[in-house]
């Protein structure tokens, strides 16, 4: 069974950092591209960023680019996302989500975790 | 980056009613790389369709969608009580953007 499970959410300052963690558990994690979804208080869905199977091909929404960096370490079949320079629009629940045969296909959702920014 | 809109914001139905949503996006969308998730309050959104057109395995047939290039539509032929929820479309080709959800309620 495929499970994901996001942590490292919480209070944040404006200006300050995070780091999100989500380990993957019921597949060969370095087969797929993996991706961070956020979901503003009451809003839509907003995709974040994507890594490769490999971590070698990283994308990101242009809100994000230049603040947040996403990364996976394989051998621990954990996916990563260092959140840099927080604001307060960066508040939302953060999802990770498993691609399937498209790398932007979101077939397995964690749980999500929620950031807060704010003074 | 194509944008997708969906419409309408908000649909009022009853059970066993049909519900039609859209979504139409401002540039062609490859290959029919759309998906559709839906979303209960206080859980993940679900794959539910993908291709604009094959449903994944969890879902009953009375979901369907259609649609090809910039239109595209989801229907449930019969709303349960379990449909009531938020509804969004993505394209998974190129801009992974999505819409901004049809959120279809209990008249």
């Known amino acids: 069974e495929v499970q994901l499970l996001e942590s490292g959410g919480g209070l944040v300052l404006p200006g300050g950092s995070l780091r999100l963690s989500c380990a993957a558990s019921g597949f060969t994690f370095s087969s797929y591209t993996m991706t961070w979804v956020r979901q503003a208080p009451g809003k839509g869905l907003e995709w974040v960023s994507s890594i490769s199977g490999d971590g070698g091909n990283t994308y990101y929404a242009g809100s994000v680019k230049g603040r947040f960096t996403i990364s996976r370490d394989n051998s621990k079949n954990t996916m990563y996302m260092q959140m840099n320079s927080l604001r307060a629009e960066d508040t939302a629940v953060y999802y990770c989500a498993r691609a399937g045969d498209y790398m932007a296909l979101l077939v397995y959702w964690g749980q999500g975790n929620m950031v807060t920014v704010s003074s | 980056e194509i944008v997708l809109t969906q419409s309408p914001g908000t649909l009022s139905l009853s059970p066993g009613e049909r519900a039609t949503l859209s979504c139409r996006a401002s540039q062609s969308v490859s290959s029919s790389y759309l998906a559709w998730y839906q979303q209960k309050p206080g859980q993940a959104p679900r794959l539910l369709m993908y291709g604009a057109s094959s449903r994944a395995t969890a879902f009953p047939d009375r979901f369907s969608g259609s649609g090809s290039g910039t239109d595209f539509t989801l229907t449930i032929s019969g709303l349960e009580p379990e449909d009531f929820a938020v509804y969004y479309c993505?394209?998974?080709?190129?801009?992974?953007?999505f819409g901004q959800g049809t959120k279809v309620e209990i008249k």
């Open positions: 993505q394209d998974y080709g190129s801009s992974r953007t």
